[in-house]
């Protein structure tokens, strides 16, 4: 009950109030209200043990993959030889490296960095221009091609409303509101005009007594 | 095993004690009651505990058994015994009491003692139908355990209790009238035997098979709850204190999960593989339908009640599609939504005592005050969600597999609940745990206590191992369900 005062209350006057506008806003601009700061040491740490392995582990993941490490453990069928067409064109690491430096991806990672560092470091006033001359642009990658909204409107938005309707449709109106309700319903309607039959009137009850009486004496002289 | 009647002492330990809690009478002695109440449920936990030790794995049929007659002139007879099916029930049933009689402890204060003895009558009750192997004796506790349900419920309960325990009076006992039908009518084909045993032999007809198939499946299929039946347990929930809820979920569904094991498939086995599609219909519906509904509950107890009906679909959908990994996997998913249900019902029950609220939209940024709790309520959102590593991964990866065994279609709507189940299950938890505090009374919050720890960090430990290690449960199942299988594969139907 307080909460739903308190909530009450928030409708009321308080809309505009630092607080509520915070939480309006938090889910998306949290970087607006909390200044940067560094990690944490149980954030730090994983990510430092991580990065050890991550520099040193395609030394030795060719032999894993390659060579005999898993033994018989893992089976390739003849009919998908994958490793094997991979392991043609495995040279050992140092080809690898240099095999690195000429693909695609590699470039691309290299000039997004190098953009980025361009136009936030070297240029600063560059994002302002690029937004004003193409601001469609801007806008279609900030929103990653409207991906994310098109998944919450038609995946998360469509399985709530699917949801919804099953619930306030199926579950409320049709099982309990028809069925579970409507048997008791017809159940009391039924009981209501059987009562009628109950007149405590002594001639409804001969009379009914006498139909029943012509009624049996049919059946047995018509057999 | 040491000579001892165990499984008497599972079913009459919590009873007696129960008798014993009711006479320590008014709240002035609610202490004692409380202390009674909590020796009952360890001493009814102990003694279950020799039954696991003691248990042969490999063992065929039914082992404790204990036969004595009961009513002579019917020949009914309190005859008990166990297979490992029933064993990891018992186990779930005794270690679930104990929880909730320390998750009421300062929590109930109003006829204590009544409220104890009730939880310990049933939890006395539910062991007796998963040892009962005279037909007689397992009506009797399965009606019986409505009793003291309905009491909980309707005394203790939020402010539409009466509507919500007549509700689960009503449909559930409607449901297992024609099942009374039934056992009469095998009681006569038998010529004069209520044993289950001597009903597992029984030539019938299939369409005799089809009629009792049915008056049974309208027992369990309430119970279960299964879809379109299933609309007393998000009332009842929502209405049962955080105890009720807990036994509810944890126990009471499985009755109907049992009963179709121990009773519909070995009973009429032709009957149950000619309705399999039927049935599997059903539980695919409810997997799926009710994961929608799920999504859009503002309630939180009727999220997990939701929850709690389509995951109960996995259950009846691996007992139907008739091979042993969807068998086991029905069983394993019976044993580890016991744990998760409890845990999230819990977890709701240690919101509402401080806030009084149920609804999602009251909380909000619950992590900044309750840092211990928003852990452990993770671990069970993810569990919920069937994450690997924990124990609602195993049965449902289970039955998914047996599933898709059976018909690829089965596993892929099967395999729906994934996402569904981690859709309710972490959107739910996302609003009300992260984010900005939501109100004051949020502010206000206290992280939980040692009493609330324990029975969390308990149901965590269990729910962890059988996450990493399920071996222990799996193990007593095998034979158990291979026997089951065997059974059910060999026609009943009379030879011409």
């Given at each position: 009950m307080a909460v739903d005062a308190e909530r009450a209350a928030q409708d009321q006057g308080v809309k505009h109030d630092e607080h509520h506008d915070a939480k309006k806003h938090d889910d998306h601009h949290d970087a607006h209200h909390a200044a940067p700061h560094e990690s944490p040491w149980v954030v730090t740490l994983p990510l430092v043990l991580l990065a050890i392995p991550s520099v040193c582990a395609g030394w030795i993941i060719g032999e894993f993959v390659f060579g005999r490490y898993f033994g018989n453990s893992i089976v390739v069928f003849d009919s998908h030889p994958a490793i094997a067409a991979l392991a043609k064109d495995f040279q050992g690491v140092i080809p690898m490296i240099l095999h690195g430096f000429t693909s695609l991806p590699f470039w691309f990672a290299v000039a997004g960095a190098g953009t980025a560092y361009y136009i936030y470091v070297m240029r600063p006033d560059l994002p302002a221009v690029l937004r004003a001359k193409w601001g469609v642009v801007v806008k279609i990658l900030m929103d990653k091609y409207g991906f994310d909204r098109f998944n919450d409107w038609f995946f998360a938005g469509g399985a709530r409303k699917l949801g919804g309707g099953l619930w306030k449709g199926g579950d409320v109106a049709v099982i309990d509101n028809f069925f579970v309700n409507g048997s008791a319903r017809v159940v009391g309607w039924f009981s209501t005009v059987l009562r009628r039959v109950q007149s405590g009137y002594i001639y409804h009850y001969a009379f009914a007594m006498i139909i029943g009486i012509l009624l049996l004496l049919t059946m047995i002289f018509r057999y | 095993m040491y000579g001892l009647p165990l499984l008497s002492l599972s079913i009459w330990v919590p009873i007696v004690f129960g008798v014993a809690v009711l006479a320590t009478g008014s709240d002035r002695n609610a202490t004692a009651a409380r202390l009674l109440a909590l020796i009952g449920a360890i001493a009814g936990f102990l003694v279950t505990l020799?039954?696991?030790?003691?248990?042969?794995?490999?063992?065929?049929?039914?082992?404790?058994?204990?036969?004595?007659?009961?009513?002579?002139?019917?020949?009914?007879?309190?005859?008990?015994?166990?297979?490992?099916?029933?064993?990891?029930?018992?186990l779930l049933n005794s270690f679930t009491t104990v929880l909730v009689v320390v998750a009421g402890w300062e929590i109930i204060t109003q006829k204590v003692a009544q409220y104890m003895a009730a939880f310990l009558f049933l939890s006395g009750l539910m062991n007796g139908v998963f040892c009962a192997l005279d037909a007689l004796l397992f009506y009797v506790f399965f009606e019986a355990t409505l009793i003291p349900m309905f009491i909980i419920i309707g005394v203790w309960g939020g402010p539409n209790r009466i509507y919500a325990s007549v509700k689960f009076f009503l449909y559930t006992l409607l449901?297992?009238?024609?099942?009374?039908?039934?056992?009469?009518?095998?009681?006569?084909?038998?010529?004069?035997?209520?044993?289950?045993?001597?009903?597992?032999?029984?030539?019938?007809?299939?369409?005799a098979q089809i009629l009792i198939f049915f008056a049974f499946f309208m027992a369990f299929a309430v119970k279960v709850p299964m879809w379109p039946v299933h609309t007393w347990l998000p009332d009842a929930h929502v209405e049962a204190p955080t105890g009720g809820s807990v036994v509810l979920a944890a126990i009471m569904l499985k009755l109907g999960g049992y009963g179709f094991l121990r009773l519909s498939l070995p009973i009429v086995p032709d009957a149950s593989q000619y309705l399999a599609g039927f049935v599997i219909f059903l539980s695919l519906v409810a997997v799926v339908y009710i994961g929608l509904v799920a999504l859009v509950q503002t309630d939180m107890k009727k999220l997990i009640?939701?929850?709690?009906?389509?995951?109960?679909?996995?259950?009846?959908?691996?007992?139907?599609?008739?091979n042993a990994q969807g068998m086991e996997g029905a069983i394993i998913q019976m044993i580890s939504h016991g744990f998760?249900?409890?845990?999230?019902?819990?977890?709701?029950?240690?919101?509402?005592?401080?806030?009084?609220?149920?609804?999602?939209?009251?909380?909000?940024g619950v992590v900044n005050r309750m840092p211990v709790f928003a852990a452990l309520f993770m671990l069970f959102a993810m569990a919920n969600s069937g994450l690997p590593g924990?124990?609602?991964?195993?049965?449902?990866?289970?039955?998914?597999?047996?599933?898709?065994?059976?018909?690829?279609?089965?596993?892929?709507?099967?395999?729906?609940t994934l996402i569904f189940g981690a859709a309710y299950t972490l959107w739910m938890y996302k609003r009300v745990i992260f984010g900005a505090?939501?109100?004051?009374?949020?502010?206000?919050?206290?992280?939980?206590?040692?009493r609330e720890f324990l029975v969390l960090g308990a149901l965590a430990a269990a729910v962890i191992m059988m996450g990493v290690w399920?071996?222990?449960?799996?193990?007593?199942?095998?034979?158990?369900?291979?026997?089951?299988?065997?059974?059910?594969?060999?026609?009943k139907l009379p030879v011409e």
């Open positions: - | 020799p039954l696991y030790t003691g248990f042969n794995s490999a063992g065929s049929g039914f082992q404790y058994v204990e036969l004595a007659p009961w009513i002579a002139s019917f020949n009914v007879n309190y005859h008990l015994g166990i297979d490992g099916l029933s064993l990891l029930l018992i449901g297992s009238l024609l099942s009374l039908i039934a056992l009469i009518y095998l009681y006569n084909t038998a010529e004069g035997s209520f044993s289950l045993l001597d009903f597992y032999q029984l030539p019938l007809g299939l369409g009640a939701y929850s709690s009906i389509s995951h109960m679909g996995f259950v009846t959908l691996g007992i139907f599609i008739f998760v249900s409890g845990a999230l019902f819990l977890c709701v029950g240690v919101l509402y005592d401080r806030m009084h609220s149920r609804q999602i939209a009251d909380y909000g924990t124990s609602g991964f195993v049965g449902e990866f289970t039955v998914i597999m047996g599933a898709m065994k059976a018909n690829f279609w089965y596993a892929f709507l099967a395999a729906s505090v939501a109100n004051h009374h949020v502010a206000e919050l206290q992280d939980i206590n040692l399920p071996d222990p449960f799996a193990e007593v199942l095998h034979t158990s369900v291979n026997d089951l299988l065997t059974h059910v594969s060999q026609s």
